[in-house]
C-alpha cells in the first residue's frame, strides 16, 4: 500500500462514452502526476499539478481534462476516446519538487 | 532522442542468484536523479532505489544496489539472492534536476524479470 489509490481498478468504454479517473494520495503530498503506461512503450507523462496548479500538459489531446480541486485528489475526465487510447493510466505523487514518485496500483482502461 | 535505455526486455534468474538488470541514460545535465521501479502484475509501480549525480558512493537498500558509473551514463540495477517474489517488470527512470517545479521522470521501456527455482 503506497498511500496512493485509485479507482475504478479496470474501466471499459466505448468511444461515445464520458467517464472518470479517480486519483486520491493519504500521503499529504503537494504534487501529483497523470501517466500512461501502453503496452512495449515507456511510462508517458500527461499531466503534472504542483500544489493544485497544473505545471505540465505533455501535448495531450483534449479528449482527457485533467481537475485537481485539491492536493489530495486528481480526476482525469475522459470523453469521445480512441481505441489506442486503451493503456494503463497511472496516479503518482510526490512531495517537494525533487522526491521521488509514489505510483497508485492504475487504472486498465479498454476502449470499444 | 530515448533518454532511458533498458536493451533487455526479458531476463531469467535462479532463486537465490544475483542478476543485473541495465540501463544507460542520456544527459547533458550535471545534476540528476536516477531511479528504479519494480511493478508486479497487480500494476502499481513500487520505489526500489534512487542515485543521485553527485552522490560519492553507489546506493543500497537491503538487495538491491546500484551499480553506477557515471562516465559510461550507465546505472545497472543488481539485485542479490533473488526470491520468487522479485518477478516483475523492473524500470529504471531518470530525472533531471533543473525541471523546475516538480519531479518529471523520464522512464525506460522495462525489464522483465523471471525467477525460477
Known amino acids: 500500500e503506497t498511500g496512493v489509490t485509485q479507482t475504478p481498478r479496470h474501466l471499459v468504454m466505448g468511444m461515445t462514452n464520458k467517464k472518470s479517473l479517480k486519483c486520491e494520495q493519504h500521503?499529504?503530498?503537494?504534487?501529483m502526476y497523470w501517466y500512461k503506461q501502453s503496452a512495449k512503450k515507456p511510462l508517458e507523462l500527461m499531466f503534472v499539478?504542483?500544489?493544485?496548479?497544473?505545471?505540465e500538459n505533455n501535448s495531450v489531446p483534449s479528449r482527457f481534462s485533467p481537475e485537481c480541486p485539491n492536493s489530495s485528489h486528481l480526476f482525469l475526465h475522459l470523453h469521445t476516446l480512441q481505441p489506442e487510447d486503451s493503456a494503463l493510466y497511472l496516479c503518482?505523487?510526490?512531495?517537494?519538487?525533487?522526491?521521488?514518485?509514489?505510483f497508485g496500483s492504475g487504472t486498465q482502461l479498454s476502449v470499444l | 532522442a530515448q533518454k532511458i535505455t533498458q536493451t533487455q526486455p526479458g531476463m531469467f534468474v535462479q532463486e537465490k542468484e544475483a542478476v543485473t538488470l541495465d540501463c544507460t541514460y542520456d544527459t547533458s545535465d550535471q545534476s540528476y536523479g536516477l531511479f528504479w521501479y519494480k511493478q508486479p502484475s497487480s500494476g502499481e509501480m513500487i520505489f526500489l532505489i534512487y542515485?543521485?549525480?553527485?552522490?560519492?558512493q553507489n546506493a543500497t537498500e537491503g538487495r538491491y544496489s546500484l551499480n553506477f558509473q557515471k562516465a559510461r551514463k550507465s546505472a545497472n540495477l543488481v539485485i542479490s539472492a533473488s526470491q520468487l517474489g522479485d518477478s516483475a517488470m523492473y524500470f529504471c527512470a531518470m530525472r533531471e534536476l533543473h525541471t523546475g517545479t516538480a519531479s518529471k521522470l523520464t522512464f525506460g521501456t522495462g525489464t522483465r524479470l523471471q525467477v525460477t527455482l
Open positions: 542515485q543521485g549525480s553527485y552522490d560519492e
Open positions: 499539478y504542483n500544489f493544485k496548479e497544473q505545471t
Open positions: 500521503l499529504g503530498h503537494n504534487a
Open positions: 503518482a505523487s510526490s512531495q517537494g519538487n525533487f522526491e521521488k514518485l509514489f
